[in-house]
């Protein structure tokens, strides 16, 4: 699938890429295709153990819900339609949070199963509040709630006591009381009820921040289901799934490496690290897209390839597989090993073996063009479709956005006016007739010493000094015509990057209404 949408740029504008009339019948044509699969995986078909995983996916993710606090949707028919969308559990801006809301919106109109994943196993460096504020001048602001210990992720750390909340509800009203928009306070304050609430109950950031932000938007009363990622892990379905990567990791990383490739020759895309960095290979050792998270790090999974296989973390055997694929399986589940998926595993997975239509945002709509490709060689499968959805919402503080191309405009009339003035006289208004004479008589004169410099037998020296003497006399009648420009130049660059701090579309999601957004999408 081939993504050509840039982000929305108008207020309230959704963004879904095909159109929304069409996902329902995607979904629906991905279930039909998921049937005809024929590969197996690990030794089990893949028919088998996608019942198996969608099982485990909505047993797992209704035993969290069920701690959100707020109606949820229960006993979800596995055999029947899933969706799903994901992201980190950051405090996101709308034009993630929309994707919630389509999900419901699908699932009440399908009768899906709808499921969110919480990508807690990735790593951060803080979460904090990001917001405008008019302290000295308008500029942002920031209220931390929460930061990364190294190597850390967002299920690695404790939710924040209470007087580290207090601090950021604190830090964040210091900065929303600067803007003439009461109603972001009062929403910021909302949620902070909600994080206070939830971090009592939580025992890790990511949880706690999940919860928070369902119970602030239960108002528009969605019902769809939670999963964390490091819980969704833990299932037989996803072992069996990294047990089969491990035993031909070599294969996976070709495929993986080679539409990789692809895609940076096909977008012009220069840099090795985009979208994501190649698989590695060091002797018998093949890097994996995995994750270890063990005592409150992560940690990068490789496979040792050959007659052993095995798990190798930090140059040391996590877990030996051997080469039977159900034997490789049983060592890696009696491992007890939280193995989570980086960026296209975890798609991958949701995707081949769980939903049957995957929302992304515009970024992993685009990466995810990558994943289609491997789905395809590694598997040999046609890769089921997924949809992409967006949205901008500004911050109702009345700013005025300034182009660029104004900006250029008024500092080319700013350079004319230093070097050229006379090219400018018609839009000028002098204080009297005899300034006006008085340019008009030296730009005159500039034009007929302009043509005569070009006489092959002018005196150049001569006539080019007279100019300079016009100029400089013209610079002086011209002055405050250039101070004038000077002073809007200023006040529109001011404007402009103030418009850029006012109009940034991505603020944290507990500045809007749940309410609103979830308007837009019906």
């Known amino acids: 699938m081939r993504i050509r949408r840039q982000t929305p740029v108008g207020h309230g504008e959704v963004l879904t890429e095909p159109e929304y009339s069409t996902w329902a019948g995607l979904a629906a044509a991905n279930h039909a295709l998921a049937a005809s699969w024929e590969c197996t995986v690990a030794g089990v078909p893949l028919g088998e153990l996608r019942a198996e995983a969608r099982a485990e996916a909505i047993?797992?993710?209704?035993?969290?819900?069920?701690?959100?606090?707020?109606?949820?949707?229960?006993g979800g028919d596995p055999e029947g339609l899933m969706v799903?969308?994901?992201?980190?559990?950051?405090?996101?801006?709308?034009?993630?949070?929309?994707?919630?809301?389509?999900?419901?919106?699908?699932?009440?109109?399908?009768?899906?199963?709808?499921?969110?994943?919480?990508?807690?196993?990735?790593?951060?460096?803080?979460?904090?509040?990001?917001?405008?504020?008019?302290?000295?001048?308008?500029?942002?602001?920031?209220a931390i709630l929460a930061q990364s210990s190294q190597d850390g992720c967002f299920a690695c750390t404790e939710p924040p006591e209470p007087a580290e909340l207090d601090a950021f509800r604190a830090s964040g009203h210091e900065a929303l009381s600067t803007l003439p928009a009461p109603a972001l306070a009062r929403h910021f304050d909302t949620f902070c009820d909600?994080?206070?609430?939830a971090c009592a109950e939580q025992d890790d950031l990511a949880s706690a921040i999940t919860v928070a932000r369902r119970r602030y938007e239960a108002p528009a009363g969605t019902t769809y289901l939670e999963l964390p990622l490091t819980l969704h892990v833990r299932t037989a379905s996803f072992g069996r799934f990294v047990t089969h990567l491990a035993l031909?990791?070599?294969?996976?990383?070709?495929?993986?490496?080679?539409?990789?490739?692809?895609?940076?020759?096909?977008?012009?895309?220069?840099?090795?690290?985009?979208?994501?960095?190649?698989?590695?290979?060091?002797?018998?050792?093949?890097?994996?897209?995995?994750?270890?998270?063990?005592?409150g790090r992560r940690r990068s999974v490789w496979a040792r390839v050959g007659a052993a296989p095995a798990l190798v973390v930090d140059g040391e055997v996590a877990v030996e597989l051997g080469t039977d694929p159900g034997g490789a399986f049983e060592a890696l589940m009696a491992a007890e090993l939280t193995i989570a998926p980086k960026a296209l595993a975890l798609t991958m997975f949701e995707r081949v073996f769980v939903s049957d239509l995957f929302i992304h945002g515009v970024g992993g709509g685009r990466y995810d063009q990558v994943t289609d490709g491997v789905i395809e060689r590694f598997f040999g499968?046609?890769?089921?479709?997924?949809?992409?959805?967006?949205?901008?919402?500004y911050l109702p503080l009345g700013a005025h956005e300034v182009s660029d191309e104004e900006v250029a405009a008024l500092e080319q009339?700013?350079?004319?006016?230093?070097?050229?003035?006379?090219?400018l006289l018609g839009e000028m208004e002098f204080e009297n007739n005899s300034e006006r004479d008085r340019v008009t008589a030296l730009s005159a004169e500039k034009c007929e010493l302009v043509l005569a410099i070009a006489s092959p037998d002018a005196d150049k020296k001569t006539i080019g000094s007279r100019i300079r003497e016009l100029n400089s006399a013209m610079a002086e009648l011209v002055a405050p015509f250039v101070r004038d420009t000077e002073a809007e130049l200023a006040e529109l660059r001011t404007l402009r990057d103030a418009g850029e701090v006012l109009t940034d579309r991505t603020y944290p999601f507990c500045l809007w209404d749940p309410l609103e957004v979830a308007d837009k999408v019906r």
Not at 283 to 290: A, K, Q
């Open 84 to 142: 799903m969308t994901g992201h980190q559990p950051e405090l996101y801006h709308p034009g993630i949070w929309v994707k919630d809301f389509l999900l419901q919106r699908l699932a009440d109109e399908t009768g899906a199963v709808a499921l969110d994943i919480v990508v807690d196993s990735d790593g951060f460096d803080r979460v904090e509040l990001r917001t405008p504020c008019f302290t000295s001048g308008v500029g942002r602001c920031a």
């Open 248 to 295: 031909d990791a070599a294969r996976f990383a070709s495929a993986y490496n080679t539409e990789l490739a692809a895609f940076r020759e096909r977008t012009g895309t220069r840099s090795k690290a985009q979208p994501f960095p190649d698989l590695a290979s060091q002797g018998d050792l093949v890097e994996l897209p995995l994750w270890l998270i063990a005592d």
């Open 413 to 423: 009339r700013l350079n004319r006016l230093a070097h050229n003035p006379d090219q």
């Open 381 to 393: 499968i046609e890769p089921p479709r997924f949809v992409i959805a967006s949205m901008t919402l």
């Open 194 to 197: 909600a994080l206070s609430s």
């Open 59 to 74: 047993d797992a993710a209704e035993g969290f819900s069920a701690g959100l606090g707020v109606p949820i949707d229960i």
